[in-house]
């Protein structure tokens, strides 16, 4: 009788298999669903056409495009950071009798009997012995960063140019890569001395550079 009866509930689809689901199953569905709607009403953009912007994908190499170049000096802050804060302080002073100021230095802006060269000369190079920052007197050597990208060393004085109150104009990737090259048999640092004897030059003087207006 009993096997009978088991055998109808299997045939008529009764028994274990109508089962009702699970609470905890059903919460859980629900929950995916509606954290799905809310991911579509935060990322879809309404599904407007005017949030897709096609010209900010780079087909050739896929990705979007940046919108506007780095500023240099920004890059040059953080590489300044990363290479000159020790020796030349945050605020541009540097130590006292030990390591320049950069601040209304004439050989970061370039004046008197100074280049633009002069500059770019000693941060490759590198610069020893005895020398006068602002009427003070020095003894201290500075290690050159031959190392540096023209880039980076453009940026590091372009922004060491502008910071602080200084008010220089930006030194060029293309103006670096013309010292370095004019310069490529120099193996040691400079002395002032060695620096005060070479001609001057503003980056704009340089061969092919965009004539002032």
Request: glycine share 10%; hydrophobic share 35%; net charge negative.
């Amino acid at each position: 009788m009993n096997n009978d009866h088991h055998h109808q509930q299997q045939e008529n689809g009764t028994g274990e298999t109508n089962r009702p689901l699970s609470p905890w199953l059903v919460g859980a569905f629900m929950l995916a669903l509606c954290w799905g709607g809310l991911y579509l009403g935060f990322n879809s953009g309404g599904f407007r056409q005017d949030v897709y912007e096609s010209n900010a994908v780079n087909w050739a190499g896929g990705g979007v495009q940046s919108a506007a170049p780095v500023d240099p000096k920004v890059v040059g802050k953080r590489l300044y950071t990363q290479n000159c804060v020790v020796c030349h302080q945050p605020t541009g002073m540097g130590v006292a009798g030990q390591f320049p100021p950069l601040v209304g230095s004439e050989y970061v802006l370039a004046d008197g009997n100074m280049g633009d060269n002069h500059l770019v000369m000693l941060v490759l190079n590198g610069l020893q012995g005895h020398f006068m920052v602002k009427g003070q007197p020095y003894n201290n050597a500075m290690v050159p960063w031959k190392q540096l990208s023209d880039e980076q060393i453009a940026d590091i004085l372009t922004y060491i140019r502008s910071d602080w109150g200084n008010n220089a104009p930006a030194i060029t990737p293309d103006f670096v890569a013309y010292v370095r090259k004019e310069t490529a048999s120099a193996n040691d640092s400079y002395t002032q001395e060695q620096l005060m004897a070479m001609k001057p030059m503003k980056s704009t003087e340089m061969p092919g550079a965009p004539a002032k207006k």
